[in-house]
């Protein structure tokens, strides 16, 4: 494995013996720490868009519940 840091990024060169799988989990998990890190939401923003999401899903789909 490979690692170095050029024009501000960091590049990684992985051998193909390793699991593909396996790498793509790492990617996953790096680009959800990415999301992360770019967050300026408060818990208060979230809980609205929580309950928007709730309200429009239930709008959605309460014919599936309620006859």
Known sequence: MIIETKNNETLIRIPSSIDFRIVQSV?????????LMKNQGTEESAMQLAQEVDKNWWATNKQLFIK
């Open 27 to 35: 990617i996953e998990y790096l680009q959800i720490v990415e999301i």
